[in-house]
């Protein structure tokens, strides 16, 4: 059977063996009974569950019209309005289980590759391009409903705009050698999420314009010569109680060492082009698939962020203040604002000259910049809201302590003992405070790229003719 | 016929001799010749001709399913999504054809009268309450094709939250006397926009606690006892190749003093009820259909501003600035928030408890706060790009003087000679600096009240039981 | 005697019979008679007056040294610490005289004058250039304390980072020849503030590369080939009671067309040298004393406007509410922190190399900077605190006309009757809203130079040694 | 000898044996060995230390005129204008040596009680008041050098504007008992920074009106009763390298439980008496020499910002930026203004009316204002510069692993290596996203209370009559 179930993922992530280095050794015991990730490994796992969960199977997967397999539904290529219906309801049902919490839940990597897969006739007759291993590559994890991670952008060495790298020992990973067997791959890469805890790894250059560096392929995450560097863990040692979202949702960033990886030829879409690799993600229909993901998966947590809001302001009886009302409303306007963009992207999906039913890419770009810069007013927001409150958060064990009673009168709210008063804050506090919810921050802000960068593109890809004709109207 | 022309219009503003007082004198001449309106009668009289234009009728009006009679489409009470459909098609067309300039085209107070009347259902069996003379003040109306303005709100004496006038001498218009032919009026009201330049005056009591201040009726504009008090008019006197917009839309604001009016009950639709005073209009589809028409105006306006500035940033060669491409952007995805949400809006239409088929409140509430907020920014953007170019705007016809073709050279810009330029740029002075271009400001952002009011009567209208819930379900 | 009075000004200035172009035609009758004109030539009259009163005669003069001349304050060239503080009791006494709303009282550029004579030891030994003719000029001037413009903008006709115009006939003014006289300049400038209605002019280029363009000179505003082109007045023509700004401070900008004007060689600063032209400026002292000039009339203007704030909101009673107290004590603040900033400048004063007295110029480049920012939040400010009353605004006429009694009771607020209520509305009009005001917003926005600019060199001419050091050391 | 050093402060707090609850227990080892403490405490003995270097003794000590004592200068009480200027050299000593990041850095509360102690002369004649008990505290405190802590304000049950507290059993800390040897108290107070590792607590209620929560008070820490809870600690524990501030700075936050805790008669400044309690801490010195003291402290902890961020940039290259210069400059220009402020407040100084010599407040309220708001978006601007670099921060031991030589290449910068240019970017993490740098925003947000009521404060603090008087001239 082609759907996986939880315990199948954690037994074949084990079984991998990945290379992950933490502080200064390589992992030795199985990954997911390591603190660092068996948190998050849980959550995926209870996600490929829901799969076989009679309540969810037809939410989550499809039967393949001509095989009659049952697949995971974010492999579907949707060639209908139907499909793409279908589609969304996945995505939000994943979403709300994990409340839009896990950026690199099943569905997003399977959306991505889908989309380059149906967008690989692109490639066709092209220098170096394989599009019938990308073809290949889409059935194959598919079928075996793999888990996946990508790493695109390369190191952070120096972000001016005419940089380019020239050194001996290669920093941005590139190729040193092609041989009979397929690319030798030297050097690193960022960032990849997740990165030690997926099946396989997709990797893709970022801009350039470096033979050398102009590549598309996937390795398994156990290659020779892969090593993924964590950072600290910055899930909550204690569990779910004193860190209700690390301890569940910390997905763990990578840097990605390639020390002569070999890359079969039959793994590699593309090599040795750099217009290929400069354009073919741009002109494929990961953006549209992608941000559609993103866009249902962001407004489930905002609309989980709005419950925190509320539940705090109504716990500390502030909603007669005009501020803080004013706080919480904008919250909900976002969420309506992003609720009909989506609503727009999907009524105005079409199919594209490929035959995929493609969501309209504008809205989602709007709703990616909005989203972006708004997620970042969030944090400190309920900073604002929670006040002193965010700071009074004895760990849930000092309520079993000598002064556990006392504790649990002194903390009450307007409607919560003590304890559930902390365990809401601890909430807030882990999303809007902690080292991992700040790194959400971030996460959000940079997801699809720089939004400095991003909303310039934005600007060169409109067509302002129609807005200037109703000027040369009124002046002529 | 039931559809006006716009001579029909202008020959019946004139006839009527409004009482319309400018400085210190009571306006003399035909109000369709004087400078202050000449402009706006002409603007509106060309709006009423295009529903005689074989290109637009279908757009404009509509056959009555029983009497066949064709009337104006503003006045069509919507019962199917189709009816809806064709309703923003009306409102769109003469938008875009005003560049959403004009706050009270006529489909506007048609708007208003058709909610309220299709929602007289309302005040039956209420004290003091005449449904039926609400229904056929509309019927009346819509059979004549008369304008409207209307007037709610009371001076502004006092705005702190408990005042109460208590004055001998009343200041807000209140009932004064009560008999056998209708009710006595006396008093002052704010601030009817196109005030004695509409055949029509709807006057609805602010939300209060004092009985004889608790009334809605209707008289034409020339009752006796009634005075229009005018600001000064900005309506650049030159004409429109130096004031653009003004010259064309300038729609004069006034007060509007009631002398001892009397009402006659045929105009009454309610009086002496407080507590359907602070109601009707909230219970009824006013805010619903009000919106609507407003948020159509409204994208049309924006798209304008967008050619605006695109027009000024390619005259002056700055689109390669991060900066101006952000500004200019972000106009864009404006527009896109608020189309999307007028089709959210749309989509979520549906038959009220009274049958009338209407848009879903909440996204076009969310669209008016984005909107009227945002707004404000733009005026101040459209200077910070103009720079300079904003002052070096002389008159039109200092392209005629001695000097004229070298300025016509020294003012020329990326793509026009200096006299198109300047044109250009007083186009955007006229928008973002000139005195109606701060008064639209001003407009767009207290249109439906206050902004920070509305706010936080919008938080007290969220359910936020299902965003809690979500929270609720994580902790237990 | 050397200081002027107000009708030697206005007399003079008459006599002169500079060419203004105003629409179409050359203004004939006397300047000072002009609609356009008069107001500000009365307020600068007022001004000179003000020297020869003698409650005001020590502030704003004193007695040359060597000669025993009295000569006004602001030529004053500081060489202790005592005279730059007499400099600074002379600019808040005018700039109170005023509310600040003259940028072109005749401190400021008499200020300009001096800083840049007290450098002119920059200009020894350079090719093509002669200090001594800007000394005696600077001599000149004081003398007969004539009045003066200065323009040093090109037309806009392109803002490109690379742009360079390559046309036959020059749009920006450029030296066309060189001959025994002098050097004859040819095409335009912008946007000389009070052009025409000052004695002088002087003329500096603006950065660049072109030898033709490297030049810096004075010539008297009469030129034989100047024309000063206006735009439309925004003076409000019915008087004070209904502009009580425009109709005193509104200055005119004006656009310079020079048609092959000689400017003899005794007038030249310096010419054909780019390198000079550049530099000069910004090593003289001219941006520490027009900056110090500047700030104390913006603080002057700063607390006008927060009595024009505070008056509206007790007019209307509002002061209950959260936002509007703290929009109002925003103002306050911004006050508080100007003033340190003039305080910290002032206390770093220090003697220049070439022994000028000068004001620190860092917190004057600060203080610059915040103001140009925060003052264009202050007309939507006031827009938003006035709403309705501020186009409840009946020419003050209407308290003379049938409807006065009713008008002056009708629009009383909590304090004011309403004709003293709408004079106070119309001065937040005048203000906030009017054409006169949003030039202002305009122009204190743009006073020296794009802030986006600015900030952007400002950062360039910081310091980080310091504040790294204190990183390194943690770190090590 | 009066001043303390390092070692008998830990040898102090240790032996006290504080009763703090850390989770379930209650902490056993010596306080200053314990994982939570250490670093802090560390650090504050440092700061103990540099009062017995010869290099800073002068400036971080004085010699008493009267005894010929040697005392901590944060004990001054000032009566000139060189007290002043000597008390602001050694805040500023000791924030450099800690970059600001101690909040209670012993000078704080020092100041906090030289202030309340040289205001004690406002208790005297007034009920159930002991100024004398006030005034001997202090000399008891400045004798031994002691260290101390607050707590004001109440657990957050209920924060609406009309809250009173109606529970049996006490929750914000009461009177319970008056007896012969004192009073006895019951119930909790927050937020003790620091609590449990000072010698002393000084407890004074929050405005209220209950006659039996009006009392201000100090015992040492170990009192019988007391318990400290305290929240996680944020210190990371692998050291200084990876956590180079919350290893160093992290100061602990603590709920302060009152298990009927007897305070004796010579401990209470007065109680009994609510008029006193709301105004003592107004009325007296506290604010101008509290907030005096922290923005000094502010100022350091800025600067030492500007470099983090500085450093930032230069090791990615992106200085060339627009959006990036201008997000360092702003920075720079907040601490220009705020040490012009600071400037304003000592130039303001004078002495109160019981003569001491007192820094000007307004200015000071002014700087507090600014930086509580501004200080927010600090961490989210060095999360955008930052990027991906936030999270490519392996623990500095990855350097020493078998994969230490390629990350050390990889992750190298403009100017840095790999493991320096982590150790930069793991500084920038703890400042601006770890659970440490949070809190600090947190606390740098609240430090003074809540900015929204406190700017509401001071717009009713203000005489606008000047400014009126201003529009009154202009307008008669």
Redesign the interface.
């Known amino acids: 059977m082609s759907v996986r179930t939880g315990e199948a993922y954690l037994a074949g992530i084990d079984a991998m063996d990945n290379k992950v ?1 933490s ?4 992992i030795k015991k199985p990954l997911s009974k390591h603190a660092a990730f068996r948190g998050v490994m849980r959550t995926q796992a209870e996600l490929y569950d829901l799969q076989h969960d009679a309540a969810y199977m037809d939410v989550l997967t499809y039967t393949d019209r001509d095989s009659g397999e049952r697949y995971g539904l974010s492999f579907l290529k949707p060639e209908t309005r139907e499909d793409l219906t279908r589609r969304s309801g996945m995505i939000k049902c994943w979403a ?1 289980q994990t ?1 839009g919490m896990i950026g690199r839940s099943p569905d997003y990597m399977n959306t991505v590759l889908m989309a380059l897969a149906a967008s690989a006739d692109l490639l066709e007759g092209k220098e170096n391009c394989f599009p019938d291993h990308l073809r290949s590559y889409y059935e194959y994890v598919k079928k075996h409903d793999l888990t996946m991670t990508h790493t695109f ?1 390369d ?7 005419f ?1 380019f790298e020239q050194k001996d ?1 290669p ?1 941005a990973a590139k190729i040193v050698e092609r041989n009979a067997e397929g690319i030798i791959i030297h ?2 890469k ?2 990849a999420t997740q990165g030690g805890i997926t099946d396989e790894l997709v990797v893709m250059s970022a801009a350039g314009f470096e033979q050398d560096r102009g590549f598309g392929f996937a390795i398994p995450s156990n290659a020779d010569g892969l ?1 993924f ?4 863990s910055f899930a909550g040692g204690k569990g779910k109680a ?1 860190y ?1 979202l690390s301890a569940r949702y910390e997905e763990m ?1 990578t ?1 990605v ?1 390639f ?1 002569k990886v070999l890359i079969p030829w039959e793994r590699i879409f593309y090599y040795d082009n750099v217009a290929v690799a400069n354009s073919f993600k741009n002109e494929s229909s990961f953006a549209a698939f992608g941000l559609h993901q993103v866009l249902i998966r962001r407004v489930a947590k905002l ?2 962020t ?3 809001v ?2 705090l302001i ?1 716990e ?8 803080v ?2 706080k ?3 919250l ?2 976002l969420s ?2 992003l ?3 989506l ?2 992207a999907e ?1 105005g999906a079409a199919p594209d000259r490929l035959g995929t039913f493609c969501p309209d890419l ?2 989602l770009q ?1 709703a990616s ?2 989203f972006a810069r708004k997620y ?1 007013e969030i ?2 927001m309920i ?2 809201l929670g ?9 849930v ?2 309520f ?4 556990g009673v ?2 649990n ?6 409607t919560k003992q003590g304890e ?1 008063r902390v ?2 804050f601890r ?1 807030a506090w882990d999303f ?4 991992f ?3 959400e ?2 996460y959000e ?2 997801f699809f790229g ?1 939004p ?1 960068r991003l ?2 593109q ?3 890809s ?1 067509d ?1 003719k ?6 040369d109207n ?2 002529s």
């Open positions: 280095l502080g200064k050794t390589i709300e409340h952008i190191p952070q060495v120096n972000r001016g705009d940089y020992e920093i050097g690193a960022l960032l090593t560097v964590a950072r600290e004193d209700p960033d840097i060492l020390d609309d989980f709005i419950g925190i509320q539940s109504e500390i009886n502030i909603a007669e203040y005009q501020h009302r004013k919480a409303a904008k909900v306007i309506e604002v609720q009909s963009l609503q727009q009524a504008k809205p709007v910049n909005i970042t944090a400190p900073q604002q006040a002193s409150g965010m700071m009074s958060i004895p760990p064990q000092a079993k302590s000598e002064k006392e504790l009168h002194y903390l009450q709210g307007a559930d365990k809401l909430l809007a405070m902690s080292s919810g700040t790194r921050s971030l802000y940079f720089d400095v909303i310039s934005f600007y060169g409109i302002f129609p807005y200037k004709e109703k000027v009124l002046l």
